[in-house]
């Protein structure tokens, strides 16, 4: 396995920029892009290796990968008092807690946002 197996690489289309572009999270922000996914993936593994040796080169430790990370399913999340009160409410209608309501909030969203995006990888090829 290769170092930079252990790091999280994303490509994504963007909007905005009306292209692909790739990402190492917590790491090395948006740092390729192009017309071609797999091109864009290829580029952003070879800055991904170039990033390591000179972090080893230099003796700079590497930053902690997420690849292996294990997660708790348990973060604190800061809201304002109106939000609160309003998720709390909307929470006792469906007869559910606080967290459980949230939690599939939370999932919906972001299943209709990964859902949403690959409609449009798929519309666009």
Request: a negative charge; one cysteine or more.
């Amino acid at each position: 396995m290769k170092k930079r197996d252990h790091y999280l690489k994303i490509v994504e289309w963007s909007e905005e920029d009306q292209c692909y572009v790739g990402s190492i999270p917590g790491w090395i922000g948006k740092c390729s892009h192009g017309d071609n996914e797999e091109s864009v993936y290829r580029q952003l593994c070879q800055i991904l290796d170039e990033w390591i040796e000179i972090y080893e080169n230099d003796n700079i430790p590497l930053p902690t990968s997420i690849s292996g990370k294990k997660y708790s399913g348990k973060f604190q999340l800061r809201v304002d008092s109106d939000l609160h009160k309003t998720l709390a409410i909307k929470a006792m209608q469906a007869n559910e807690s606080l967290n459980s309501f949230c939690g599939k909030i939370l999932r919906k969203t972001i299943l209709q946002n990964n859902s949403s995006q690959a409609n449009n990888s798929i519309n666009s090829d």
